[in-house]
């Protein structure tokens, strides 16, 4: 069946550093691809999407692009901030309602 | 934004006893609610989806006489774990969305400790 893995966490990243937090995917067809983002004590929250191929989906400063060659859509940031630690999670969906998630990777940025 | 809220946040029950989470859409009416559950360093699993008005639908091996999913209005949705055990202890999470959107927003969750 579908599936969804995350590098393990936590990330644990200086102010300013680059981010990179890996995602692959296993799928039948083409499937939308999203990275979600949930903030201490909050829901998690729609960070980012792309729905085929090539596409590349940002907000906020990040950025993943669907790489359907290699199954990947990598979330990336060129700096990040302390207010950015959370935890980060990469689904996918065939366009129905049924979301299939990552296990989620806690990202630590210190000042 | 669209705002889900849950009841409670944290709750600590006995072995055997049924315990009931809230699910509220606080500014739109959500036509569709999904549940969740998240075991520790483990992915969210959809355990069920409800349309307003309707029976739920279960994933396969989500047992539907332990979980007891009614969704009565647009902007409450409510799980009841019956005759809970130390195995159903979890963080079981909500989501909502409104017709025509595919953009499910979630609440913040609710951690349940079966002792």
């Not at chain 1, 890996?22 to 829901?43: D, I, K, M, R």
């Not at chain 1, 085929?52 to 990040?80: I, Q």
């Not at chain 2, 075991?39 to 539907?64: D, H, I, R, W």
Request: aromatic share 12%; proline share 4%; hydrophobic share 35%.
């Amino acid at each position: 069946g579908d599936s969804v893995t995350q590098m393990e966490g936590p990330v644990t990243l200086s102010e300013e550093a680059f981010l990179t937090i890996n995602c692959t995917y296993t799928a039948t067809g083409y499937p939308s691809l999203f990275w979600y983002v949930q903030y201490p004590g909050e829901g998690l929250q729609l960070l980012l999407k792309a729905t085929k191929a090539d596409d590349k989906g940002s907000n906020k400063g990040f950025e993943a692009t669907y790489r359907k060659e290699t199954t990947s859509f990598h979330l990336e940031k060129g700096s990040v901030q302390v207010s950015d630690s959370a935890v980060y999670f990469c689904a996918l969906s065939h366009n129905t309602d049924k979301l299939i998630f990552g296990t989620g990777t806690r990202l630590q940025v210190f000042p | 934004g669209a705002v889900v809220s849950q009841h409670p946040s944290r709750v600590i029950c006995k072995s055997g006893t049924s315990v009931k989470i809230e699910c509220r859409s606080l500014d739109f009416q959500a036509t569709t609610m999904f549940w969740y559950r998240q075991f520790p360093k483990q992915s969210l699993m959809l355990m069920a989806t409800s349309n307003e008005g309707s029976k739920a639908t279960y994933e396969q091996g989500v047992e539907k006489d332990k979980f007891l999913i009614n969704h009565a209005s647009l902007t409450l949705s409510t799980l009841t774990v019956t005759s809970a055990h130390p195995e159903d202890s979890s963080f079981y999470i909500c989501s909502a969305r409104t017709g025509g959107l595919h953009e499910q927003f979630f609440g913040p969750g609710t951690r349940l400790t079966v002792l």
